[in-house]
């Protein structure tokens, strides 16, 4: 990977690079469609990374297809498939871990601890071994875009970050390869995850600033399904990730829950404009 990657920079080519955990579904093509408009050629990594998951998390049943996900990539003209074994991404002795602090430690840090160092060592790893002009992250995880935006940053790495709409089921439900794991029963709750955010940008368009009152607006929706059990819901400037009392510039309506034992996450991005607020779901 790393020679390809040397040639094609010697050709004054720009790689794009969307990395994934596999299991791959509509979301993620919608990613490699954006690499393959802006560069060529188009990486895309395979990996369950086994360092962002914690000791009681779902790392040996995370959902694995790799045939089908190859074949997928290949209809889908994508150049290069990269999938290392965790040997090769951490090999005996490895000890380095990249954090990046003040944004790693809250919502999904606070709630899986060790979750983003995992995730900012490999994407570094990665992008070292990829060496892409640009990288292309789903905005479902707003928190890990924002945190490897940072990272990019923090250590001026080549590559820009390009972050992408959610997509979704047209019930609702933001795509996900945790999807899988949902029960009939708790995919029909799953929905209320939805709606309570449309709830919420409803109260937005009414003209309701204040986060107590939005937020207990998403909470009573949450709180009508008793299949769903809340873990955190938040409105936090979407650039400290910050909770804010008010909304002002841009920020983002961020919440995890559980259904069963399958653990999903959603987002809405409101960003000023004017005395307005557009809501992005």
């Known amino acids: 990977m790393k020679q390809i990657s040397r040639e094609a ?3 004054n080519r720009v790689i794009g690079f969307v990395p994934t955990m596999g299991a791959l579904h509509p979301g993620h093509f919608s990613l490699i469609r954006a690499a393959q408009t802006d560069c060529s050629p188009v990486v895309v990594s395979i990996f369950v990374n086994p360092k962002q998951f914690g000791p ?26 990269f999938a290392p074994t965790p040997e090769e991404m951490y090999p005996p002795g490895f000890r380095t871990v990249v954090a990046v602090a003040g944004l790693s430690d809250k919502l999904e840090g606070r709630s899986r601890p060790g979750h983003f160092h995992g995730v900012t060592t490999v994407v570094l790893k990665l ?21 490897i935006r940072q990272m990019a940053l923090d250590l001026n790495l080549d590559t820009q970050i390009a972050v992408r709409p959610i997509l979704r089921e ?7 390869s945790r999807n899988v794991y949902l029960q009939p029963d708790d995919r029909r709750a799953a929905t209320a995850l939805h709606r309570s955010l449309d709830a919420v940008r ?8 204040d986060v107590v009152r939005l937020l207990a607006v998403l909470r009573r929706v949450l709180d009508a ?10 409105i936090v400037d979407a650039e ?23 653990r999903l996450i959603d987002n809405a991005l409101v960003e000023q404009d ?4 557009n809501v992005t779901i």
């Open 9 to 11: 920079r010697a050709k």
């Open 56 to 81: 009681s998390e779902d790392f040996q049943k995370y959902p694995r297809s790799f045939e089908a996900d190859r074949a997928a990539l290949e209809n889908l003209g994508v150049d290069y498939l």
């Open 127 to 147: 992008f070292e071994i990829v060496q892409p002009g640009f990288a292309y992250f789903g905005r479902k995880d707003a928190q890990q875009a924002r945190v």
């Open 170 to 176: 047209p019930d609702g439900l933001a795509l996900s």
């Open 202 to 209: 409803q109260e937005i368009a009414a003209g309701q600033r």
């Open 225 to 234: 399904e008793p299949a769903i059990a809340l873990d955190y819901a938040e």
């Open 240 to 262: 400290t990730l910050e909770p804010v009392v008010s909304l002002r510039g841009s920020c983002l309506i961020l919440l995890a829950a559980k259904l069963g034992k399958t």
């Open 274 to 277: 004017g005395d307005s607020f």
